[in-house]
């Protein structure tokens, strides 16, 4: 792609980002911590990176914020890497369920309480609990590792975010408990929960989004370094996952109106892969990667800006796997 | 694809068949109607047909079989047509549940009721209810012309099978009365569970379920009939739906692991669509449909044998579309 | 007690229905048929009858209404007359549920879909299921025959109730398909809610209800009649249940700050049978039975005049089994 | 009642432990934790007192135990005297379940997430929270206080019981940080656990139950102490709650069959008031306090042979509150 195709398309990304920045009036700002609460609730921010480096943005990319749910897709595939799929999948399904992001009942109604998937809280705190690492520290250590290799910078853990949640996490508690008591919880409590915090207050921008949906799009195979990162069978679940259970209750129509696999965070992150045969008409045919950053979610948890500002993409692009 | 290139496949689609066929043994027919539980638990069908016409086959391939679940496809697709997005949206959501095909739980649990989507049995009754039509006469007609149009032939539902299905309704009977009361019902019950258990018995062969599927992938255009049959929008919705909903209770592991569009009906029938970007590498890379039949599902409803035969398949060939 | 207590108890019961009429206020008519909603909502009977036939009473006396669910009292013991309790046990438990009346969400969850108590829709259409009978004419008959051996005169359903009952009857015919399935009735689906809604609209004044209520006080011993109308064991159970799940699902608050055996219906009737060792300091103190008529009733479907009367003549009279 | 006839009793009672003895093969001890693990399941005790102190007994009667949820009906009564009716009841509902003693399901699927009533852990855990006392020791004082006044002797907490429990409570965890997430809790998690962890590992033996059941049969008046310990209306309420909910969920069956407001615990031990109205024909006349001993359980918690004992005592000696 020549380079004038992507500044014509950064004109392009401006205009659209000031077309959907008032869908954030019809959201609000998640309120169970302050951290999230004082954030500006009509910024919003988007950058698509293609295989060759080619970037596209506009909006607060240098804003940083956490990534929230979006890191459940990260230590899924860490946890792969690190443990193999059997083992992983011997502690965590891969169904979709319709509920909450926090909802406990299913842990109870549907013996042996084996958590349906990864992208709900349940499944991502038994995801966290079998990191490898002799301390939540060193688990934590290795998913920034890991997240550090494909942005190629360094990152780190909002510490101001991760106390407040640590402080409100008593949902979160009960549900580790409750998997603890059921058998699916690697390690103790406490240090299931304090990998699992760490990780949702990772902070990156856009920018670092899309390269990481970028690498996903492209199985695990990172262009920029020539190397794959992750096995491509691991890519392809996390993005089976991303289609039927990343964006909260609402997965099933994003899959049905928009058909690319993402997945969101009550931060307003969007993390998009969008695999090379899906978008093979788009200014990316060999698939790109797409950060999406909007504060104000909707009562579900996602972008409200965001996903709408996604499906206009979409839209004009033909981008979509089905 | 050259005729050499065919016949040569379809060596190889006898030779899969002759390989899966003994994972049969894994499941059971269906046991609560006699039509069903009278069929022979080891046979094992595939077909596959291009755009171009071309079709690998090997096993029953003339072996009648009703329909059943994937029929809600079929009919969820006619409804779209006949009353448009927003009229089908507003009765049936699109979200996967995790719950088997016949629960009712969630029309309680969730109000007002609104079955959560078309692929599960309280949707699809739903979807049923609100074809067009001023007889279930009318209705089941109209499905029939939409599939006959799809596979070229005249087809017919299997009368003993729909009759036992009546008789045995009792759990459809009670979803529907639930959906008339909470006013997801856009006809009298009785009609709508004639309807919905009519299709059900509509009898196709792996051939005719392959045309259905290949449709499906092209978005809607039937490549033989040069003729677009119904909108890309709703195929993009259709195939969602199957990735998210599609295999029973087993569909993300289905999307998991094997990764395409498919609908399967306790019958042992599955409905496959391959949209041309997902199998690039394959003999079909324009895109196919797979109809599958093997009668013996596991306790989920889903055909062990074809599962494990489709898997391998798109392993083999490298489709998916993630 | 001579007749000069009675009067000036008549008095009492005046003054008390004058006091407890307002509280109607905070409540409606039942909506969901014309004969309930055309009620006026203002209206509060009562009536109070001891073992030799005293009877204090006050208010819209004359006033007939329908049982309603408190006909689940009736066809309970009727049933376990004619079938013996253990038929009736086996088919239907005594376990309090805390779930609204006609909830269809634990005939799933708790396999094998045992309806839990004959006090909730799903139970009580069972027991309706299990009358004696050839048709459900014979079978109303006989639940008429054996209330008006307690009432000592002619009974009969109220034709428009029914037949409002019976156009309205989708969730209860829901209900009634869902045990079928699971083999929880012992009739076809159509005669049992035949039976049950007829049960429901049997028309009665609140003098009947005290009647009623008198034996079932007396454990099935009819004081005017010399005469043991049921098993001492059977009356005890009803008890049992009207006390654990009489009152719907504010069964518990009832007991803990009422402490009778009752059973109300959406009609505003309640049905009170005050046991002799219940009310030793009570102008009854020989047991006595107590009917209440007050058609506003709250969301859970109790006379909001009527339990509020109650209470205050339990605490009065120190009437309490606990 | 003469010395002679209670002689008598003794006999009677020794005979009854010898016929119902052999129920306990039905159950088992529990197994969560090794100190209930290794109790002798053949053991059987009962004790019954009356109001001038005759005493009835069998079994292994100086067996000392833990109260486990027996401990749920004192602490109830403690809250209510601290803190008042109103307090409490705002915190936890009365309302039976049906549900097992540990579920967490209804605190997600009843909104705001107010346990249903203090029988079960979940409310056990908001009443212990709410407890007067600056620290768990105080609060856990408290207690032992209150119960040592009505059994006239020191108590104290069996350390090794409670430790285990301590270490396998993480089901009790999980229910205490969803009841502090919904804010239900009234002081930190750990401290909440504290209380009713040590609350449960009391230990007595069945005649320090029995004189406790006294207490609670005599609406909270101790007759040997000539003293109100706690107001009417608060040991109405706990027997209410006893018959709707106290022996786990068996309640309504034991409430049909039996009668009598108990509650049960997983250490084998049963706590049964029986109110003077309730027992006129028996040898206690004016009401009793029985203790039960026997450490098999069945599925549900309650103790297989002490139920068989008290129905047969129920019966045998018309004790029944309906």
Redesign the interface.
């Known amino acids: 792609m020549p380079t004038d195709h992507i500044n014509h398309n950064n004109h392009l990304t401006a205009e659209w980002v000031k077309q959907f920045r008032p869908y954030a009036k019809e959201g609000k700002c998640a309120s169970y911590i302050p951290a999230l609460a004082e954030k500006d609730p009509n910024q919003l921010a988007i950058s698509i990176i293609g295989t060759n480096n080619d970037e596209m943005k506009a909006g607060e990319t240098t804003e940083l914020f956490t990534l929230q749910s979006v890191s459940k897709v990260v230590t899924f595939i860490l946890a792969c890497m690190e443990r193999g799929l059997p083992y992983v999948l011997e502690r965590v399904?891969?169904?979709?369920?319709?509920?909450t992001f926090n909802?406990?009942?299913?842990?109870?109604?549907h013996q042996p309480g084996k958590p349906?998937?990864p992208m709900i809280n349940a499944g991502a705190i038994t995801v966290s609990s079998m990191l490898d690492g002799n301390s939540p520290q060193e688990k934590v250590s290795k998913i920034l590792q890991f997240l550090e290799q494909i942005v190629g910078k360094e990152l780190k853990v909002n510490e101001e975010v991760y106390q407040s949640e640590w402080q409100t996490a008593?949902?979160n508690?009960?549900?580790?408990?409750?998997l603890?008591?059921s058998g699916f919880l690697d390690c103790p409590?406490e240090e299931a929960l304090e990998v699992y915090l760490k990780q949702c207050a990772i902070e990156v921008n856009v920018s670092d989004l899309a390269m990481i949906g970028l690498v996903i799009a492209n199985d695990g195979y990172h262009p920029l370094l020539n190397k794959q990162l992750f096995p491509k069978q691991v890519?392809?679940?996390a993005?089976?996952?991303m289609?039927?259970?990343g964006m909260y209750?609402?997965?099933?129509?994003f899959?049905?109106?928009i058909?690319l696999?993402a997945k969101s965070g009550v931060s307003g992150a969007i993390l998009v892969a969008v695999?090379s045969?899906?978008g093979?008409d788009s200014p990316f045919p060999a698939g790109c990667g797409i950060g999406i950053y909007g504060p104000a979610i909707d009562t579900i948890g996602n972008s409200v800006a965001g996903v709408n500002l996604l499906k206009h993409i979409a839209t004009e692009w033909n981008m979509?796997?089905?």
Not at 103 to 109: A, H
Not at 173 to 178: P, V
Not at 249 to 253: D, L, Q, Y
């Open positions: 399904d891969v169904e979709p369920t319709g509920d909802s406990i009942i299913r842990l109870e109604s349906f998937n008593n949902r508690r009960s549900l580790a408990y409750y603890m008591d409590v890519a392809k679940l993005k089976a996952l289609v039927t259970c209750n609402a997965s099933g129509k899959a049905a109106f058909g696999p695999p045969h899906a093979l979509n796997i089905f």
